[in-house]
């Protein structure tokens, strides 16, 4: 019969005692501490360890101790939990070594009901000042990815970088033509908003020809761009950060650079460049889309002629207009790329480092567009477009 499974002897009751000494806490194991035995109350130890004056150092001593399994982890966590909270220093060298090497793992775990309660209950200030020192001290890899990828983008100018095209082929139906009916979908309703909010004012001054030029500059010049920036930064970004978080933790990442490829231009290049590639086609669709969006409110619930609709359009719509759209669109490819591709390959090891780097991928790619479009619209004015 297995020492896990015979009835203890009572030479073999599990038992706990506590002194003092110097100042220390010392707990004292003896007998079997396996699921076999009774259950020992900690109770008397953590009121010890909550006691005034507080132990200043939380020892243990197992030279008694017999046969143990998890029942002996259970309580020493309680105990470790109790010394931490209290402020009580640990020293597990008393333990055996196997206990000892489970703790200290149990330790790296994150407490998810503590930290969020903690986090919780800071002040608003002391919450954003981490978020901008944590944003500060994560700049310098930022700026190392960056440079790692436009080292990729220089040597594939050159005829050097090393990728599968058959990968980027696959990439760009992946994130063109398969994108297309969401893109389609929201660009179309965009266009029915722009056009219904629109009238509803044109329509008080008998101007709703207008309603043509509205949604035709709106469109073509930025909304356009920034609608399919957003369902890419939520599609295919989120889809990035998600593939390459997964690399990330099953550590096919590290094969490639023990293999001497670079991450940046097996992985992160071709995404990018299949996203830069198909974001100003997407652009133009989304425009057209828009367009028919407001063409069907002006002639089915504003009765213009259709033929007219068009012609205003047309007329109304600078070409300047058009390239600015597409000057949107490639920044957007690139930085929903730069994101989604950032948060992969630095999420943690966990699929709760996937979960997260996807969300901050998403995140930071809406962020992006909002502040690139802000920038772009100001150098268009300094430039009188």
């Known amino acids: 019969m297995s020492d896990r499974t015979r009835k203890p002897r009572d030479g073999d009751i599990a038992q706990c005692r506590t002194s003092l000494a110097g100042g220390d806490l010392l707990v004292a194991f003896t007998g079997a501490w396996n699921l076999g035995a009774a259950t020992v109350d900690p109770g008397e130890v953590l009121r010890k360890l909550q006691a005034a004056p507080v132990p200043a150092r939380l020892r243990f001593d197992t030279t008694g101790l017999g046969v143990w399994d998890s029942r002996l982890l259970v309580f020493c966590r309680s105990?470790?939990?109790?010394?931490?909270?209290?402020?009580?220093?640990?020293?597990?060298?008393?333990?055996?070594?196997?206990?000892?090497?489970l703790l200290e793992l149990t330790e790296k775990v994150p407490d998810?009901?503590?930290?969020?309660?903690?986090?919780?209950?800071?002040?608003?200030?002391?919450?954003?000042g981490g978020m901008v020192l944590s944003a500060w001290q994560g700049l310098p890899d930022l700026l190392e990815f960056v440079g790692d990828?436009?080292?990729?983008?220089?040597?594939?100018?050159?005829?050097?970088?090393?990728?599968q095209p058959s990968g980027l082929l696959l990439l760009i139906g992946q994130v063109g033509v398969?994108?297309?009916?969401?893109?389609?979908?929201?660009?179309?309703?965009?266009?029915l908003i722009l056009a219904f909010v629109a009238s509803i004012q044109l329509l008080q001054f008998g101007a709703q020809i207008y309603v043509a030029t509205i949604v035709g500059i709106a469109m073509v010049r930025v909304m356009g761009a920034i609608m399919t920036g957003i369902i890419m930064a939520g599609r295919t970004g989120a889809a990035f950060a998600a593939e390459l978080g997964t690399m990330q933790v099953n550590e096919e990442i590290d094969a490639l650079r023990t293999f001497g490829f670079s991450p940046a231009e097996f992985l992160v290049m071709p995404r990018m460049l299949a996203l830069v590639v198909m974001m100003p086609l997407l652009c133009v669709y989304a425009d057209l889309m828009g367009v028919l969006g407001g063409f069907v409110v002006g002639v089915f619930m504003l009765h213009i002629n259709p033929e007219l609709y068009l012609t205003q359009t047309f007329n109304s719509v600078p070409l300047v207009n058009f390239w600015i759209g597409l000057v949107h669109s490639v920044v957007f490819g690139v930085l929903v790329a730069l994101a989604g591709c950032y948060r992969g390959m630095r999420c943690g090891r966990s699929a709760m480092g996937v979960g997260q780097a996807t969300t901050s991928a998403v995140v930071t790619g809406i962020l992006s567009i909002v502040l690139a479009t802000a920038v772009i619209t100001w150098l268009c004015n300094i430039l009188g477009f």
């Open 149 to 163: 990828v436009v080292l990729a983008c220089l040597n594939l100018v050159k005829g050097k970088a090393v990728f």
């Open 178 to 191: 398969d994108a297309l009916p969401i893109v389609s979908l929201i660009s179309l309703l965009v266009g």
């Open 112 to 128: 998810r009901t503590g930290a969020g309660a903690t986090k919780s209950h800071e002040p608003f200030l002391a919450r954003l």
């Open 79 to 101: 105990l470790t939990a109790a010394a931490r909270k209290n402020g009580v220093a640990l020293d597990l060298a008393g333990l055996p070594d196997g206990a000892r090497r």
